[in-house]
């Protein structure tokens, strides 16, 4: 079945790069998400990408995938208080569309 | 233009009660989806449909009804609450790719 893996939490200083991992069992997706939960908020959709891409650049984030090694990275960069969130890594594909997500990652900026 | 709205955004049922979380789209999205968001376990799909009249379980689909007479509603149906139920959730739809999100419903079973 479908199972999306993500490390639980990543502490950065404001200014730095992070880098956010997600690896995914599913050969068949084809697009891969990135979604950003603020603290008691919804989900907002950041950045996704279709399944014959590598790589996506959108302004401070860059998403790289490697489909060989079913690995999916959110790279944002200037990190700023304001990117302090959960960020969830997910899946879709096949006939059903389903989004299956990852357990998400705490990302915390340091001033 | 509303997306997807979510009612009620809090609730607080006995055990034992039945509710519906009501879910409206206005985006005539085909796929839509319920989940539930647990502390440490992300969000976990519950129920979706790929359209009107097709509805399908997800992981976590025990206790928990839903259908999709309209493309607009996707109403969840709890039918004997437990406080293990007691969680945030979610619903989504979706044309094909990238799935909006409503603001979400905060359940508490006591």
């Not at chain 1, 200083?13 to 979604?35: A, F, K, M």
């Not at chain 2, 796929?31 to 799909?45: A, I, K, N």
């Not at chain 2, 044309?95 to 079973?109: A, I, K, Q």
Request: hydrophobic content about 30%; glycine content about 10%; charged content about 15%.
């Amino acid at each position: 079945g479908e199972d999306v893996e993500q490390s639980l939490f990543l502490s950065v200083r404001e200014g730095d790069s992070s880098v956010i991992n997600c690896t995914y069992t599913d050969s068949s997706s084809t697009y891969l998400y990135w979604y950003k939960q603020e603290p008691g908020a919804g989900l907002q959709l950041l950045t996704y990408i279709f399944s014959n891409m590598d790589m996506k650049q959108d302004q401070r984030l860059t998403v790289l995938l490697n489909k060989k090694d079913k690995h999916l990275s959110l790279r944002i960069a200037d990190t700023q208080t304001g990117d302090s969130a959960i960020y969830f890594c997910a899946e879709s594909g096949g006939a059903t569309n389903k989004l299956i997500f990852g357990t998400g990652t705490l990302l915390a900026v340091q001033p | 233009n509303a997306g997807v709205t979510q009612t009620p955004k809090f609730q607080v049922l006995k055990t034992g009660q039945s509710m519906t979380l009501q879910c409206a789209q206005d985006m005539n999205h085909e796929y839509m989806s319920w989940y539930r968001q647990d502390p440490g376990m992300g969000l976990r799909l519950i129920h979706y449909s790929v359209g009107a009249g097709i509805t399908d379980q997800g992981e976590v689909p025990n206790g928990y009804n839903v259908s999709r007479s309209t493309t607009e509603d996707f109403p969840l149906r709890l039918l004997s609450a437990a406080p293990s139920q007691t969680s945030v959730y979610f619903c989504a739809s979706s044309e094909g790719y990238g799935y909006t999100f409503g603001s979400g419903t905060r359940l508490t079973v006591v």
